[in-house]
């Protein structure tokens, strides 16, 4: 099994190093990850600067790109093969609900999906790398299992895993969720700067909105390792008629 692995973290990440040695005798296992800290760049593509190549002392390669930016040149050119599967992460922190639109984990996954490979986000739910560990030994785990059943190196699709940061026996059983809600996030911090300018910093995300029975808030909370299949498609199916409706009467 050929492995791709990126993340947002940066290649210097615990979270990356932990899910790289939990994986790396699973097959052949390459990392291409940022040089920088690239959470919340989703889907982000440089197209407007040069990109490059580096190799790390810990035997990774970065670019000094995104998340998506790493998986895309990998696929388009610097491995010269297709990978089975890629995985992104292990992200410091959860990446539920409404955080996947803007999660870069999630986007380099989304990026090895679009590309029509099998792929993986995973993020543990409190930041802070407590339990990394066990959070690795997880992620083993389900992907010995998906290559098992003949899922990786296949048609392509896209999972959301969700990590709860607990010692590996107090992980719970698989739940496969729908994504929460999350609130709008907190206000914007203000603050002066040393030359008297305003500095805005982007407030935190919103606290969960839907944490209803089924959702990935839900059973992490309950303890459970959370697993959402993502797809792409935007388009909001169930409104298209009555937009047709509203749409075609106002131009007649
Ligand atoms: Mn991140």
Same mark, same amino acid.
């Given at each position: 099994?050929?492995?791709?692995?990126?993340?947002?973290?940066?290649?210097?990440?615990?979270?990356?190093?932990?899910l790289y040695e939990a994986l790396k005798d699973l097959g052949h296992v390459e990392v291409?990850?940022?040089?920088?800290?690239?959470?919340?760049?989703?889907?982000?593509?440089?197209?407007?600067?040069?990109?490059?190549?580096?190799?790390?002392?810990?035997?990774?390669?970065?670019?000094?790109?995104?998340?998506?930016?790493?998986?895309?040149?990998?696929?388009?050119?610097?491995?010269?093969?297709?990978?089975?599967?890629?995985?992104?992460? &292990?992200?410091?922190?959860?990446?539920?609900?409404?955080?996947?639109?803007?999660?870069?984990?999630?986007?380099?996954?989304?990026?090895?999906?679009?590309?029509?490979?099998?792929?993986?986000?995973?993020?543990?739910?409190?930041?802070?790398?407590?339990?990394?560990?066990?959070?690795?030994?997880?992620?083993?785990?389900?992907?010995?299992?998906?290559?098992?059943?003949?899922?990786?190196?296949?048609?392509?699709?896209?999972?959301?895993v969700n990590i709860p940061s607990r010692p590996l026996d107090q992980i719970k059983d698989?739940?496969?969720?729908?994504?929460?809600?999350?609130?709008?996030?907190?206000?914007? &911090?203000?603050?002066?700067?040393?030359?008297?300018?305003?500095?805005?910093?982007?407030?935190?995300?919103?606290?969960?909105?839907?944490?209803s029975d089924g959702t990935d808030f839900h059973a992490t909370f309950q303890g459970h390792?959370?697993?959402?299949?993502?797809?792409?498609?935007?388009?909001?199916?169930?409104?298209?008629?009555?937009?047709?409706?509203?749409?075609?009467?106002?131009?007649?």
């Amino acid at each position: 099994m050929n492995i791709l692995i990126c993340n947002d973290d940066g290649y210097q990440a615990p979270g990356l190093v932990a899910l790289y040695e939990a994986l790396k005798d699973l097959g052949h296992v390459e990392v291409v990850a940022p040089e920088q800290n690239n959470s919340a760049k989703s889907n982000a593509l440089t197209l407007h600067s040069p990109l490059y190549v580096y190799q790390g002392l810990n035997g990774f390669r970065y670019v000094n790109g995104t998340p998506a930016d790493c998986v895309h040149i990998a696929l388009t050119g610097l491995l010269g093969y297709k990978p089975d599967l890629v995985v992104s992460g &292990i992200n410091d922190g959860a990446n539920m609900g409404d955080d996947t639109i803007y999660s870069g984990t999630v986007g380099a996954a989304m990026e090895g999906y679009l590309f029509g490979i099998p792929a993986i986000a995973f993020s543990q739910v409190e930041k802070g790398w407590a339990h990394l560990d066990a959070a690795a030994v997880t992620a083993r785990t389900l992907i010995q299992q998906l290559s098992q059943d003949g899922l990786t190196g296949a048609s392509p699709w896209l999972l959301n895993v969700n990590i709860p940061s607990r010692p590996l026996d107090q992980i719970k059983d698989v739940r496969v969720t729908r994504l929460g809600r999350r609130h709008a996030a907190e206000r914007v &911090i203000t603050q002066v700067n040393p030359r008297g300018q305003t500095m805005y910093w982007i407030g935190s995300a919103g606290r969960a909105k839907d944490d209803s029975d089924g959702t990935d808030f839900h059973a992490t909370f309950q303890g459970h390792l959370s697993v959402t299949p993502l797809h792409v498609d935007l388009t909001e199916h169930a409104e298209l008629s009555a937009w047709d409706q509203r749409l075609t009467k106002a131009v007649e």
